[in-house]
């Protein structure tokens, strides 16, 4: 009898441990709120969040919503006090309190041991006065390059180009040779704003310290001529045909499928893109190349340190189970498992995680310059990517010029800098 009594008070201390720890109940479902960008087309998320349910019976409810619609969707459920539990969010360090207000609206995760483990370098993008907020599991530092199709070129006796120049001239012989040379999707809204920042260190380049000089208010956007340049030919090119006809309204996604099937030589997109290529239709990835993006006569690669991150709503009736969840999700076995089952996962931003990046792409960073981003470097520019993308489809359509776009730019940058009450634009 005693002997079973000593049983039964182990188990209670157990369980009751259990329930300190995690102090998470089950038959609980969290909802997941995110942007169609946000969640891998793999379904990575949802093959864990399965794992996750069968492990602690809480269920995760994904509410994936267009890509145009997610930010102002969310600032109305934050406002209204009605958030989902667990909110996808584009963070970077400069817009995160006017996008989210994390103080008032997000769990606080500084004291979350998988903070130590997770790479330094996003952790600004997380943070607001000190204290972190988001969890970042992202695939390492953002870059964008131009993937094109290997054996069309061999064909035409073309090389990748390196300038705005050589890339105009690729194009027109890819369409001389009746092939769409670019696919552009502005369906989803932020593709198209991708060359205009993505190059920044280039209009840098140009100008020296010009991030430095644009966030203390030294100099405008509209005195950089180089963004009304970028502008200008992206324009032209749309004038000149070498995108989809349907480039109005196509979507991102598809451009799997058009690269796959020859329909068109060259995309825009992240790396580990060639592979989820691979897994989508197998044996295609060995035909693709790609080249750093020409506009402006850019050759920097182009490097952002600042990716989406999951934020818990502190007004959620399931914060431990929250907390539970987000513990899960950094385990290194679960931290594994995402890398192993998403092919646009060559690494993540825990460097517990080993690399797998192709020989080629590993070529590409060890041996390109490499230069930050605008919308990273930058105030006020990534809170107002998708109003710059609306700008650019309205310059596609006539509607507004590339110096128009510029001045709208700047024009919201004041704006938004006054609404924070910026010093430097604030201060007499």
């Not at 490097?303 to 290194?332: C, D, M, W």
């Not at 020989?359 to 107002?384: E, H, R, W």
């Not at 919201?412 to 201060?427: I, M, N, S």
Request: glycine fraction near 6%; aromatic fraction near 12%.
């Amino acid at each position: 009898m005693r002997k079973f009594l000593l049983v039964l008070l182990v188990m209670a201390l157990m369980v009751g441990a259990f329930g300190t720890v995690y102090g998470a109940k089950k038959n609980v479902t969290l909802t997941f709120g995110a942007h169609q960008a946000g969640v891998p087309i793999s379904g990575v998320d949802q093959k864990i969040a399965k794992v996750f349910e069968k492990e602690t019976g809480i269920k995760i409810d994904f509410q994936i919503v267009p890509d145009a619609q997610w930010r102002d969707l969310l600032k109305v459920k934050l406002a209204s006090g009605e958030a989902p539990d667990i909110f996808l969010v584009d963070a970077d360090p400069f817009s995160l309190n006017d996008r989210i207000h994390p103080a008032e609206n997000c769990i606080d995760l500084s004291k979350e041991k998988w903070l130590s483990r997770m790479d330094p370098v996003f952790r600004p993008s997380l943070s607001y006065k000190g204290k972190v907020y988001g969890l970042s599991i992202f695939p390492g530092v953002k870059i964008w390059v131009y993937y094109y199709d290997k054996a069309l070129f061999k064909k035409l006796n073309l090389q990748p180009p390196k300038n705005y120049a050589e890339f105009k001239k690729v194009c027109q012989t890819v369409k001389d040779a009746g092939v769409v040379p670019v696919y552009e999707a502005l369906a989803n809204g932020w593709h198209q704003v991708l060359p205009l920042f993505e190059i920044g260190a280039t209009y840098e380049k140009h100008h020296p310290k010009l991030y430095d000089r644009l966030n203390t208010n030294k100099v405008k956007v509209t005195e950089i001529p180089e963004l009304a340049k970028t502008l200008g030919q992206l324009k032209e090119f749309a004038d000149l045909g070498f995108y989809n006809k349907d480039f109005m309204t196509a979507n991102y996604d598809d451009g799997f499928k058009v690269i796959a099937e020859g329909k068109a030589a060259m995309f825009m997109a992240g790396k580990g893109w060639r592979e989820q290529l691979d897994s989508l239709y197998p044996g295609k990835a060995e035909n693709i190349g790609f080249f750093i993006m020409p506009w402006c006569d850019n050759q920097i690669l182009n490097v952002n340190p600042a990716g989406n991150a999951r934020f818990g709503y502190k007004k959620s009736k399931h914060v431990k189970e929250i907390l539970q969840y987000f513990r899960f999700l950094t385990r290194h076995d679960i931290l594994q498992m995402r890398q192993d089952l998403d092919p646009q996962t060559p690494e993540l931003n825990w460097p517990e995680i080993k690399t797998r990046y192709p020989a080629d792409f590993q070529a590409l960073l060890t041996n390109s310059p490499k230069g930050t981003v605008m919308q990273y470097g930058v105030k006020y520019i990534d809170s107002q990517w998708m109003d710059v993308g609306k700008d650019i489809e309205a310059m596609y359509a006539g509607a507004l010029t590339p110096k128009q776009v510029v001045e709208n730019i700047q024009k919201r940058r004041v704006e938004q800098a006054t609404l924070q009450k910026d010093p430097y634009w604030t201060k007499k």
